[in-house]
């Protein structure tokens, strides 16, 4: 095999791999219920990501509020607490988060 | 016609061994910016997917008791007024809350006896021993978790001592242990009846942590949920909200990380930007002898394209393959810890990593695009310019 063939043919070799990954992992992902029957009849929406924080797995992620263990006015720190180091979210986090406002309207 | 295109082909290829300084820069750079960007990447659309999994098998409406605007305990007597509302199938009561074992702090869940079997299916999550059965109720039976049985050192049949928050002591018997496979939802879970979860946790008689009301199937939750919202001290969660919740927290964590990148990839781009300039220098001369020769413009953009369309995709799919070994079979160390925040991995699950076409494809778009274009626009600069004046500026 001539040796300028080298590097095209890994660029190939390498995209198809990929691409197999990828289509591998679709396919798992979409096919993925063994425990479904579980987290049905538990019905907690959280996953086990450990937390040593209290409020880790409610359902509205009462974590950026019970890190600050809750003291007068952390309430004002939930958003510019959760997004340390990255403010542009924060507009977003602002309107996509309605439940961060504990006085969320129900329904 | 199909030939010259074959010698073009072939004289790429020649390129990139010829410039092999350009190459292996190109090579090296580009696969350290994807290999950071897909472990992350394929690391929140799994955390995501997860999520999202857990939220479409949650109660169609969380409902909870606000007070001074915090999360309190919901009675009980709430139950036969959201039974009332049209639309409402059943309402199961939860009680939940977090132990402290050692170091770490896990999750208990008492489930109502009379919810166990409203979810029918094949219950395969369980690596040895049983799930809890109506009978269960009060009698201190638990199933837990993969990392609190590894912790405690337990297996089915033992009996655990756990010191509550009012420091009592109280007793549970191992009936099951979860299995590897739901370790993602389950490592850090505890689970009980409702009366032994109420009696853990001294819940105020008559009281819980929330209500999980299913509507019925021909019926919106969102229009359900509608109709409660007379009453008082209530908040009720839905699908959607929890969804965007969870998307936003894990969306958010990737995209700290994908500014950073964004900067990274500027930074790679220049570099391969310089690398083409330098490499359009030394060429000047070889482009001219080439258009003396009948080589065309379009002739040498086409050279230049291919030769940057064939490194962008070795670096690029080889950077991904890299971040996927990387997240799915080592954990991603340093860049789990960024990604999960205050959140901590326990060892005995691996990270949900999942290589999504959607990740897949935009790596290459933000990757292999501005490397194409970085390297034919400095060829085509050279092409444009009179063969002999390119020449005559190389040899000088």
Partial sequence: ???????????????????????????????RTYDSTLRGVIGLPSIAIGCNYEGTRNPLLEIFVRSLYDVPGGHDYIVSSSFIESPIFQQYYREGIPGFNFTWEKG | MISRHKNLLSYSFDCLRRY????VVILITFLVATTILSAVLFTKDGLEREAE??????PDLTMQYIKAGRFAPINVSYIDQIKAVEGVDEVFKRTWGYAGIGLNTYLIIGLDPDGLGYVVGPMSSIENGRFLVPEDDGTGNVVVGKLIANALDVKVGDDIIL???SVDTNRFHVVGVFSDQSSIYTADMMVMSLSDANAFFKMPEGTVTDLCTYVKADQIPNDVAAKMSWMP?????????????????????????????????????LIAFSQAIVVGHQSKFEVG????????????????LVESLIAG???CSLGMLIGYIYAAYFNAPGLANLLLGWYFLPSEFRLPVYASAQSVFSIYTVIVIPLVITS???AWLNAITDPELAMRRAAA
Avoid: Q
């Avoid at chain 1, 043919?9 to 396919?27: G, P």
């Avoid at chain 2, 999994?53 to 949650?58: L, P, T, V, Y």
């Fill in chain 2, 233 to 269: 001290n209530i908040r009720i969660l839905d699908h959607d909200l929890l969804l965007r919740g969870y998307m936003a927290a894990y969306g958010a964590r990737g995209g700290i990380f994908t500014t950073v990148w964004t900067m990274l990839l500027v930074a790679v781009i």
């Fill in chain 1, 1 to 31: 095999m001539k040796r300028i063939l080298i590097i095209p043919i890994l660029a190939i070799v390498f995209t198809a791999a990929l691409i197999s990954v990828c289509i591998l992992n679709e396919i798992e992902w979409d096919n």
């Fill in chain 2, 313 to 315: 995709f070795l670096a």
């Fill in chain 2, 163 to 165: 010191l509550s928050e």
């Fill in chain 2, 289 to 304: 002898l080439l258009k003396t020769f009948g080589f065309s413009t379009l002739d040498i953009i086409e050279v230049r």
């Fill in chain 2, 20 to 23: 092999r300084m350009r190459t």
């Fill in chain 2, 53 to 58: 999994f857990s939220i479409e098998s949650a």
């Fill in chain 2, 376 to 378: 034919t626009v400095p």
